[in-house]
């Protein structure tokens, strides 16, 4: 019994750090908290739509894009679209347009976002510890998530992405270099509508910055099915259930 009395104690003292350190650097504990819950887009889409006139790309960027809209049309996705064709992790911003749930919990200031498609993750570090230094200086090897270090500003949590791998996309179509740049502003609306404002910054492939926005509604919290992309393959299924 007194074991049991000691881990109920442990477990809130973690507790109490766990929100602590959530809601440390003038974030608002509501805010902090009120982003766990389970959520989906409210409008499901395969692409973003900026929120000021069209994709503002350079003329290399506008070729890329071209291109892959003719592999797409001739269903060529192993050319341009691994996530399509070998169930490749979509990358970042890519993961917040899959159709099915997400659910976000926190601890200790890491922010885990847990995606019912092929069980991904992603992952904001908005803890105010310390990081261990990179040994080698650099960053040599990109990720399909890329890097995402984030901050509160008032009750929005600001994430900014990097060391991104070329390999995957921004959304359907739209591609992207090594030097992308992604920001995120993410807060909530009211309990149950959470924002996503996107900044996309890329030189190479875009003349100057540009914004899109995602909404999502919460949903109930249940345990998500299995959703796992290798065998929709087996099932010659698209990769990506329907909204």
């Not at 908290?33 to 003329?59: C, H, K, Y």
């Not at 069980?119 to 803890?127: E, G, K």
């Not at 591609?175 to 909530?188: A, N, W, Y």
Request: proline share 7%; glycine share 6%; with cysteine.
């Amino acid at each position: 019994m007194a074991d049991f009395v000691s881990r109920r104690r442990l477990g809130r003292v973690l507790l109490a750090a766990s929100l602590w350190m959530g809601a440390s650097a003038g974030t608002p504990a509501w805010a902090a908290t009120g982003l766990e819950g389970v959520w989906r887009m409210a409008q499901p889409s395969q692409s973003l739509q900026p929120v000021n006139g069209p994709i503002p790309f350079t003329d290399e960027g506008r070729k890329q894009y071209e291109q892959n809209k003719q592999l797409q049309s001739k269903h060529q996705f192993d050319d341009y679209d691994i996530t399509l064709s070998r169930c490749s992790t979509p990358g970042t911003p890519r993961l917040m347009l899959t159709p099915g749930r997400f659910r976000i919990w926190q601890r200790f200031g890491v922010y885990t976002f847990d995606f019912e498609w092929n069980r991904a993750l992603r992952q904001i570090n908005a803890s105010t510890l310390p990081t261990r230094p990179d040994p080698m200086g650099q960053k040599l090897v990109p990720k399909m998530t890329g890097e995402s270090k984030g901050h509160w500003e008032g009750d929005t949590l600001v994430a900014v992405t990097s060391n991104l791998s070329e390999r995957t996309l921004l959304d359907d179509l739209v591609p992207h270099t090594g030097d992308l740049k992604v920001t995120e502003h993410i807060r909530l609306l009211d309990h149950d509508t959470l924002e996503d404002r996107i900044t996309i910054e890329d030189r190479a492939y875009f003349t100057r910055p540009w914004d899109a926005v995602i909404t999502y509604k919460r949903q109930p919290d249940v345990l998500f099915a299995e959703d796992v992309c290798l065998d929709r393959h087996d099932a010659k299924q698209p990769a990506f259930s329907k909204p």
